[in-house]
């Protein structure tokens, strides 16, 4: 593998840590679990999350530009569900590495 100077790798990194940002927030993780079960519209997470519709828009905005979740606007509510399902296995990483913190 190249060091990190090289340009390329730095950018492979960067985008890998943009992604992680992006799932990187307790709601936005929420969104994640909750799609993964079945998609929601903006109404049912602002409900679950019990925040306003323009900070869950926004928590929305960032997993959509990240790529992990898409959209779909039927009439006036936009449905979003998870695009990439195998981030879920990243929650099973996290649950190993607490449980062996313990």
């Not at 079960?37 to 828009?57: K, N, P, Y």
């Not at 990240?66 to 509510?77: E, H, L």
């Not at 990243?90 to 913190?101: A, W, Y």
Request: aromatic share 6%.
């Amino acid at each position: 593998m190249l060091p990190l100077t090289d340009l390329r790798t730095k950018a492979m990194f960067a985008s890998r840590a943009a992604v992680l940002k992006a799932m990187a927030h307790p709601s936005r993780l929420f969104i994640l679990d909750r799609l993964s079960q079945r998609e929601h519209c903006v109404q049912e997470l602002t409900e679950l999350i019990g925040a306003d519709i323009s900070t869950v828009s926004k928590h929305l905005a960032v997993l959509r530009n990240a790529g992990i979740v898409s959209d779909d606007k039927r009439g006036q509510q936009v449905w979003y569900s998870l695009r990439v399902p195998c981030v879920l296995r990243f929650f099973d990483c996290v649950e190993t590495v607490l449980q062996g913190r313990g």
